[in-house]
């Protein structure tokens, strides 16, 4: 009549937190979440997550990896996403690897946009 549950066996099936990078921080070093990622401060260094969000303060000087990049900040390297958005205030110097890739007007684009 009455069951027990079984225990979790892991992390396996708990989303990770969130990662925030607050604007009156700055890291040196890569960043790898499983999660999301929201950058406001300065990154020297890759970035990975399962999405990131750059914000208006936030700049990462390196590369970006991500299913899902939000970037509204600068960023000085390489972005491979399958979904992009540059918003207006968006500032990026490298290539973009994308399969959906939306820029507004008034972002800032130096570098060579490929599909993946």
Known sequence: ????????????????APTIISSDIKVRGDLKSEGEVQIDGTVEGDV???????????????????????????????????VITLTKSARVKGDVLHET???????????HCRRL
Not at 1 to 16: I, L
Not at 56 to 64: E, N, Q
Not at 101 to 111: F, K
């Open 48 to 82: 990975e997550g399962k999405a990131l969000s750059v914000g208006t303060s936030g700049v990462i000087t390196g590369a970006v990896k991500a299913d899902r990049a939000l970037v509204c900040g600068q960023i000085n390297g390489e972005i491979r996403a399958r």
């Open 1 to 16: 009549m009455f069951s027990k549950a079984k225990p979790d066996s892991g992390a396996r099936g708990k989303a990770a």
């Open 101 to 111: 890739l939306t820029i507004e007007p008034g972002a800032q684009l130096e570098g």
